[in-house]
T-cell receptor
């Protein structure tokens, strides 16, 4: 049972463009919604996280938008750079457990 | 600060063989996690330790998987006997006690191929 659904599976964006990744959840008890970045051969690394009582959080070129009523959240990567090419995972935490989305592979073309 | 160390990085075995993975968490991190990441999917928690005690092993296939963290530091995950569907990357993560669940630091993983 996948608790967090992520889309798209992959996307290609030009350098300088905006990458948008969407996630949806069902369990309203989730208490944090983090995003992770994973490069080939590496483990996921925490990028940014948001609480469900906040509608937006920005860190540098990365922004999470959170829509509690729709039970959706998204990651926006502004001014995408070739170094941003990676797989991005959304997740949701409940207690001690993290539930991950299936991942989105982002390719930034120079 | 050294990150989470895992070994081996790659392992190829035949089905029905056994295999063991090792993880050394970041120094001082009391919580240790083992995840299974199947190609094209997000990581799935197998087991969580707090020091040397098990917090959650509800998704660990206990008929073939076992894990231990005897001295509350490094940990081993064992599969015996392996099945084809065990082919995956096995990730170890650690975190400081008292921090948010999402504040985990992941190791590079061990890629297991079962033939």
């Amino acid at each position: 049972q996948q608790q967090v659904k992520q889309s798209p599976q992959s996307l290609i964006v030009q350098k300088g463009g905006i990458s948008i990744i969407n996630c949806a959840y069902e369990n309203t008890a989730f208490d944090y919604f983090p995003w992770y970045q994973q490069f080939p051969g590496k483990g996921p690394a925490l990028l940014i996280a948001i609480r469900p009582d906040v509608s937006e959080k920005k860190e540098g070129r990365f922004t999470i938008s959170f829509n509690k009523s729709a039970k959706q959240f998204s990651l926006h990567i502004m001014d995408s750079q070739p170094g941003d090419s990676a797989t991005y995972f959304c997740a949701a935490s409940l207690g001690h457990k993290l539930s991950f989305g299936a991942g989105t592979t982002v390719t930034v073309r120079a | 600060e050294a990150g989470v160390a895992q070994s081996p990085r790659y392992k190829i075995i035949e089905k029905r063989q056994s295999v063991a993975f090792w993880c050394n968490p970041i120094s001082g991190h009391a919580t240790l996690y083992w995840y299974q990441q199947i190609l094209g999917q997000g990581p799935k928690l197998l087991i969580q330790f707090q020091n040397n005690g098990v917090v959650d092993d509800s998704q660990l296939p206990k008929d073939r998987f076992s894990a231990e963290r005897l001295k509350g530091v490094d940990s081993t995950l064992k599969i015996q006997p392996a099945k084809l569907e065990d082919s995956a990357v096995y990730l170890c993560a650690s975190s400081l006690a008292g921090t948010a669940t999402y504040e985990q630091y992941f190791g590079p993983g061990t890629r297991l191929t079962v033939t």
